[in-house]
C-alpha cells in the first residue's frame, strides 16, 4: 500500500473514532449524567442503588450469651429457709417395760427438729424487696438471703400468695442491682430463654433453651396456673430464681420441673409469668394480700359430649357446674348449664381463661358477660365480689410476733366452707387454715379446718372481730372456743 493510500486510511479510522466519541457523550448528556433519567417527558425521578444492610454486632456475640447473663447473676440471690418441724418418736420407747430398761431416758413426746430448705430469688427494687416462690419461704422461722457478691441478711416476708405461689422477701439493703421487668403476654413458642438459680446449692447457675409453649394449665401445682414452659435446665433450688429473655428482661418466675421419677432436669421445666408475679406483687405491697375478684359459681371445660348435650360449639368457654347461693354470679341470674363464652367482649377459650381474668380483677368491678343458655344467646352484668380465700389470707396482722396466736392464719367463714366442714348456718367464726409447726397454737391442739367461735369469750364474726380480739390480748394467754366437727370445746393458748 502507498503512502498515500496508508494516510487516507488512518485519517478514515480517525474520524470513525470521533463520531463514536461525540455520540457516546451526547448519549451520557442525554441520559443523566446526575443520576436521573427522563421517560416519555415524564418528570425526573431519582435512581438509587441498593446497599446491603449491615448490622451492629456485640463484641461478646462470639462467646454466647455473656451480655445476657453478665448484668443479670447479681440480682439473683439464693434463699436458706429454715423451720422447726416435730418428729415422732418410735411408740414402743412410751412403753413402761422399755423404759425401766433405759431409765426413763427417752423422750415420751414428739421432738423438735430443724428443716432446711434452700431456693432462688430475684431482686426488683434496689431498696431490697424480692420476688421468689412462696413454697421456698412457706412456715419458715428463719429466712437467710445470700447476694452474689457473698454479702446475707436476714430476710423478712412482706407477703406470700399461695394461690399463684408467689412471695415477697425483703432485706434491710439499698443500692442493690436489679433485673428490669419484661412483658411475659409477648412471649412466643421459640423465644430464647434464659434461667439463673442455685440449683442443688451448687451456686449461681446460668442456663439456655427456648419457650417450648405458653399458657400451660392443668397440672394442679397451683389454683392459678398460666406457666411458661421452657427446656432451659431447671433444678431443684432454681425455684424463685429468673427466667430472662434474649433482652436480659424477666419474664418469669422459676417454679416447677416434671422430673419423672429422677428428681432432676428432663428439660420440662415451669415458670410464672412475670405479668402475673408483678400483679400479685403490686397487690401484697399495697393490701399485704392479693384481692381478687370473684363470681361464686364452678365451671368446667366444655368437652365434645357436653357441648352435644347443651347445644354449643365444643370448646368454648366455660360450663357452669354450680352456683353459690348468694353469689355474685346468683344474684346476676347465673344457672346451671350456662355456658359463658364472653367477658367483657372478649371470647373465652376454657374455664382457666375465665378464672385467671377473674382473678386479675378488683371486687366490685362490674363486667359484661356473654352466655348461652339452651343453645340461646344471652348477655348479663355482674358486680364481681371478693374470693373467700382473699381475707385473711396471710397471718393475722393483729397478732404480733409474740402473740401465742402469732403465725396462725385464718379465713372468713362463708356457706361454701361451711358445707365443706358439716356445719349448719348458725355457726359463727373464723376458720383456721394454717397452724405453724411447734407454735403455742399447734401445742395447745389447734388445728387447720377448726372454727374459732370465740376469743376470750367474746364472740367471733369475722376476720376483722378475731384480729381485734388477738390485738387487744397482746402476749396474755388466749381462751378459745373451738368448733371441730360441729362439737364446740374450750382451749387456752399459752405464749411461749
Request: a negative charge.
Amino acid at each position: 500500500m502507498s503512502v498515500k493510500a496508508l494516510f487516507r486510511q488512518s485519517a478514515k479510522m480517525v474520524i470513525l473514532a470521533a463520531v463514536i466519541l461525540i455520540g457516546g457523550l451526547l448519549v451520557v448528556f442525554a441520559f443523566g449524567g446526575a443520576g436521573h433519567r427522563l421517560l416519555d417527558g415524564s418528570k425526573i425521578v431519582p435512581i438509587y442503588v441498593a446497599h446491603a444492610q449491615t448490622r451492629a454486632i456485640d463484641p461478646s456475640a462470639e462467646y454466647g450469651f455473656a451480655s445476657v447473663f453478665k448484668p443479670a447473676l447479681p440480682a439473683v440471690v439464693s434463699i436458706a429457709s429454715s423451720r422447726i418441724v416435730k418428729v415422732p418418736q418410735t411408740p414402743f420407747f412410751n412403753d413402761p417395760f422399755f423404759q425401766q430398761f433405759f431409765g426413763g431416758q427417752f423422750p415420751s413426746g414428739p421432738k423438735e427438729q430443724r428443716e432446711g430448705g434452700l431456693g432462688s430469688g430475684v431482686i426488683v427494687s434496689p431498696d431490697g424487696y424480692i420476688l421468689t416462690n412462696n413454697h421456698v419461704i412457706a412456715k419458715a422461722t428463719d429466712i437467710k438471703v445470700m447476694l452474689a457478691d457473698k454479702r446475707e441478711f436476714p430476710g423478712k416476708v412482706i407477703g406470700a400468695d399461695p394461690k399463684t405461689d408467689i412471695a415477697v422477701v425483703k432485706i434491710a439493703a439499698t443500692g442493690l442491682p436489679t433485673i428490669p421487668l419484661g412483658d411475659s403476654s409477648k412471649l412466643q413458642v421459640g423465644d430464647y430463654a434464659l434461667a439463673i438459680g442455685n440449683p442443688f446449692g451448687v451456686g449461681e447457675t446460668g442456663t439456655m433453651g427456648i419457650i417450648s409453649a405458653t399458657g400451660r394449665n392443668g397440672l394442679d401445682i397451683e389454683d392459678y396456673e398460666d406457666f411458661i414452659q421452657t427446656d432451659a435446665a431447671i433444678n431443684p433450688g432454681n425455684s424463685g430464681g429468673a427466667l430472662l429473655n434474649i433482652r436480659g428482661e424477666l419474664i418469669g418466675i422459676n417454679t416447677a420441673i416434671l422430673s419423672g421419677n429422677s428428681g432432676g432436669n428432663q428439660g420440662i421445666g415451669f415458670a410464672i409469668p412475670i405479668n402475673m408475679a408483678k400483679y400479685v406483687m403490686e397487690h401484697i405491697l399495697k393490701n399485704g394480700k392479693v384481692v381478687r375478684g370473684y363470681i361464686g359459681v364452678g365451671i368446667q371445660e366444655v368437652t365434645p359430649s357436653l357441648a352435644k348435650a347443651f347445644h354449643v360449639p365444643p370448646e368454648t368457654g366455660a360450663l357452669v357446674g354450680s352456683v353459690e347461693h348468694d353469689s355474685p354470679g346468683a344474684k346476676a341470674g347465673l344457672q346451671r348449664g350456662d355456658v359463658i363464652t364472653e367477658l367483657d367482649g372478649q371470647p373465652l377459650s376454657d374455664p382457666n381463661d375465665l378464672r385467671l381474668r377473674v382473678g386479675t380483677m378488683t371486687p366490685g368491678t362490674t363486667v359484661q358477660l356473654k352466655i348461652l343458655r339452651n343453645g340461646e344467646a344471652r348477655e348479663m352484668t355482674l358486680t364481681l365480689g371478693e374470693g373467700p380465700g382473699n381475707k385473711g389470707s396471710n397471718s393475722s396482722p393483729g397478732a404480733s410476733e409474740n402473740s401465742p396466736m402469732s403465725g396462725v392464719q385464718v379465713d372468713e367463714l362463708n356457706a361454701d366452707t361451711r358445707q365443706q366442714l358439716g356445719l349448719g348456718p348458725e355457726v359463727k367464726g373464723v376458720v383456721v387454715t394454717d397452724v405453724p409447726d411447734a407454735s403455742p397454737a399447734a401445742e395447745a391442739g389447734l388445728q387447720r379446718e377448726d372454727v374459732i367461735e370465740q376469743v376470750n369469750r367474746q364472740p367471733v364474726n369475722s376476720v376483722a372481730d378475731y384480729q381485734r380480739l388477738i390485738r387487744q390480748a397482746g402476749k396474755e394467754p388466749l381462751v378459745l372456743l373451738i368448733n371441730r366437727g360441729g362439737t364446740t370445746t374450750f382451749m387456752v393458748v399459752q405464749p411461749m
